[in-house]
Each structure stands twice: as C-alpha cells, then as structure tokens.
C-alpha cells in the first residue's frame, strides 16, 4: 500500500506515478483497483482521477472510464513547441529580473544536474538514478524560469512538463541521449549567466529540437500550425 495520508497526497502520487512508467500507454486506470494501493474509497481515487485528466494526464471518455494517455508524436511535438515558448520567456525574463539570487540557484541546481549526469554517463546500469535525475531535471528548468515574475507562466510550463515527459516516460528511460544533455544544459546557463537572452532562447530550443517535427526543427520556436493541433 502506497504512504499517503489525504486526497491532495493521493493526486500528487498518481501524478507522479503517471509521468514515471508506473503504467502502460493506452492502460485502462479502474478505480475499484488503485483504491487498494492507497486504502481509500474508489470514489477519492476517482476524483483524483477526474482531477488528472483537466491536467491532461489522464484521458476520460464516458462509458469507457479513465485511461493513460496513449503515445502521440503530434502530441509530443505540440507539447514541445509549448515548452520551448514558455521556457524561453520564462528565462528571458528571469534573466532580466532574477539578479544574483538567482543566478545562484542557476548555479547550484545545475551543478546538482551535472553530476547526476556525468554519473549516469559513466554507467552501465542507471536504473537506481533514474527518479534522482527526473526531479533534478525538473528542478533545473523550473529554476531557469523561477524569477519570470509570472506565476501563471510557471503553473502553464509545469503542466506542459508533465504532459512532455509522460510522453517520454519510457524513451528516456534509455538514457541514449544523456551526453547531449549535459552539453545542453551548461549551454543553456553559460548563456544565462551572460545575460545573453537571444543566446539562451536559441540554446533551448537546440536543447528540445529532437522532439520537433523533423520538418520543423531549423525554424525559430513557434506554436504548431492549427492544422496539426
């Protein structure tokens, strides 16, 4: 049985759970069976339920109950698009008004990053550091975007996050990609830290790029057109 001890804890560890490969895309998500991981009503589970799908988490069709979103490469690209815009902004802002404060989270946060992935890389087996470099990860972009002054921003850019690495829950996993990573990621403060905001727009839409559209991934970040959406 799962520790938690209310509905918001019950919520939070099923979305937790849904971005980090504790389920199938496509699986079907029954009430009457999570309510046995954390013993409580099906009706609490189901209300967590109906709360992760206004988040996009979960897909809810009447008749056919709650499901894990199924893989989408049209999603995924769309939910890329989103994330290199706010992340973007919320940088170039942060750099324009975050000052030494918070180029020393910058600095620290990444530097957590940054050793985690140089452990995976020199690894055979990162399987125990997995859920370590998932919070650290998420730690690092939201600290790029943490001093934008927008709260609305930030609640945006960490739903669209969520949604992202569902995408990508069992892909990265894998970790084929890790050296770029850390490549990306210094890129990205370097160029913050200059307080260069084109650069640093520029480094992280290069970061994102190999989750674009093929077709899209040498223009400028912009949302997908409304054909695609």
């Known amino acids: 049985m799962t520790n938690v001890s209310g509905d918001s804890d019950i919520y939070a560890s099923l979305a937790h759970r849904l971005i980090s490969n504790d389920f199938e895309h496509g699986e ?113 972009h939201q600290t790029l975007i943490s001093a934008c002054g927008s709260e609305t921003l930030k609640l945006m850019h960490y739903k669209t996050y969520q949604r992202f690495r569902q995408q990508l829950m069992v892909a990265d996993r894998t970790f084929d990609f890790i050296s770029k990573n850390i490549e990306h990621h210094k890129a990205i403060v370097d160029a913050a830290l200059e307080g260069d905001e084109a650069l640093t727009r520029r480094k992280i839409h290069d970061h994102l790029a190999r989750h674009l559209d093929p077709a899209n991934r040498t223009q400028e970040p912009q949302l997908l057109k409304s054909s695609a959406m």
């Open 28 to 140: 079907k998500l029954r009430a009457e069976h999570l309510r046995q991981d954390y013993g409580c009503s099906a009706s609490t589970v189901r209300e967590a339920l109906f709360r992760l799908s206004t988040d996009g988490l979960v897909d809810f069709q009447e008749q056919r109950g709650f499901r894990v979103p199924e893989k989408s490469a049209v999603l995924l690209a769309e939910l890329t698009h989103l994330r290199v815009l706010l992340e973007a902004e919320g940088t170039a802002l942060s750099i324009s008004r975050g000052g030494v404060a918070w180029e020393a989270r910058l600095t620290a946060v990444h530097h957590q990053l940054s050793h985690i992935e140089k452990r995976i890389h020199a690894t055979d087996d990162p399987a125990p550091l997995v859920n370590i470099w998932f919070n650290a990860e998420l730690e690092f």
